[in-house]
């Protein structure tokens, strides 16, 4: 087994090197500056993720406040003997 192995480095050694190994460094530098550059808006971004969350927290107080309901002038009963919205009375119309 470890002359299979030997032989199979060997012949890696022996093999002319990829042509993609020589602009894989090129590629390396190029996504670290760019990480770096993404590092830098991280102000930014945060100052934006508080904006959002503080209209957020706003809008969730707003609609979780209690409402004061006005008292309406005329209840309505699908029983009752004056219900604007009972049938006969819509079928029937201005008679």
């Known amino acids: 087994m470890n002359k299979a192995l030997d ?38 971004r945060l100052r934006a993720g508080v904006v959002a969350g503080l209209a957020a ?15 309406s002038s005329e209840a309505l009963s699908p029983f009752g003997p004056a219900s604007p919205l009972a049938p006969s009375t819509l079928l029937a119309g201005d008679r």
Do not use: Y
């Open 7 to 44: 032989e199979a480095l060997g012949r890696l050694a022996a093999a002319p090197p990829h042509p993609g190994l020589t602009t894989i460094e090129d590629g390396v530098f190029a996504r670290v500056r760019e990480e770096a550059a993404f590092a830098g808006q991280a102000s930014q």
């Open 57 to 71: 927290l706003g809008l969730g107080i707003a609609a979780g406040s209690p409402v004061i309901a006005s008292p």
